[in-house]
């Protein structure tokens, strides 16, 4: 029996319940890629479906809007699959069980999808549909969004003809997301060279840091556990000979790294022991707010063959010249941070140290600097660079007629405006905005809380508003 049938919009939430029934964890989408196509072929509807299970559905405009621009809705089909404790569904091979608490809806034991199967459904009610008026529509759905925008990225795009883009991505009604950063994966490598080195060997660490999103937290001032370890291996430099083992921290490059560990060896281990101390109490005063609980040691231990003098010195020079955290700030949006980096994952091997930045801006042009100004500093200490999953920024646009549409809609529909914001970090939109030159694009959606988690909901109501509201921007864009 259909657990949503009576809520309304009854398409929309037909479509999400059907959608619901077919498991669509990100890499685990051909299921629902084809259940998209069967969708429309039985409605003789234009449509594309490449290697990667991206869909692409158009449909012609209705009459009076024959010469209007079209209009691209674009989601991703892919969910995060995560279940609460003693869940024995298998998300691989079963449908979500779908449940009704008053005003949301939610899956027993398991994420909703929510995130982002509402734009699914909400493109496919608007495609299914013969009395909403509309310009040439171009849905646009694609995979593996959760575990990098993997679709996006590889997507053809060359049958889209829209420049003007409904996103249906986001979690909080009544905010409009304009813009978004762009980045990638900038990895940086010392070559080095190991002699022996009569002295002491001591392990140092310096931890006890938040961490955090490298994009939505560059902002809190939270200590990087990588750049303070290059602060305490020069200061340490300076006050004793010493020669640098390893160094190691962090584990995602978009994370704010909480701890790192090197061991060094020293002909004078009380001068670098006294170093330790010194730079213990200062980070417990500079980071008394943002880490608390930062702490720096330091004991004896063994060490292996040690760098040679030169590395040591290349690598303790790129650990305290590297640039790192917000480079800029953005002028249009009061409080947005336009360009960062994050030195996330620091690593020794055998023969080199690698160092690898998540870079990011909403400006290309500033991303690209900082790989500039990244492969400069690596080169000149004879190391080299490589660039991984480079993706562009969504830069805001002052001049956005479909944002002032939006705005104009929603401001009659509700009483009040909308928030209009743009985040530090990367969706689908920047990806699609490098794709499609001059594309005009808002990203909006209704009321989703605790998604990615078993506890998530989706508000009804909030889809109700939603959807008044979409169908309304398509009728005045004409």
Known sequence: MAILEHLEPRGVFRFFEELCAIPHGSSNTKAVSDWLMDFARERGLEAYQDGLNNVIIIKEATSGYESAEPVILQGHMDMVCEKAPGCAKDMEKEGLDLAVDGDAVYAEGTTLGGDDGIAVAMALAILDADDIPHPRLEAVFTVDEEIGMLGATALDVSMLRGRRMLNLDSEEEGVFTVGCAGGNLTQCTLPLTRAPYAGKALTVTVGGLRGGHSGAEIDKGLGNANMLMGRLLYAASRKAE??????????????????????????????????????DAQLKNEYRTTDPDVFVTAAESTASLPMDDDTTRRVLCFLTCAPNGIQAMSADMPGLVQTSLNLGILKTEKDAVIASFCVRSSIDGQKQMLVERLTCMTEALGGTVEVFGDYSGWEYRPDSPLRELL????????????????????????????KLPGLDCVSMGPDLT??????????????QRLWTMVLETLKRMK
């Open 242 to 279: 010493l020669r640098l083992v390893e160094v190691n921290g962090g584990l995602k490059d978009n994370a704010i790294p909480r701890e790192t560990v090197a061991t060094l060896v020293t002909t004078d281990p009380e001068a670098v022991l006294a170093v330790c101390r010194e730079l």
């Open 450 to 463: 605790e998604i990615h988690t078993c506890r998530e909901k989706l508000y009804i109501s909030s889809v």
């Open 407 to 434: 705005v104009e809609v929603f401001t009659q529909q509700y009483g009040h405006a909308p928030r209009i914001e743009a985040i530090h970090a990367g969706v689908e939109c920047g990806i699609f905005s490098g």
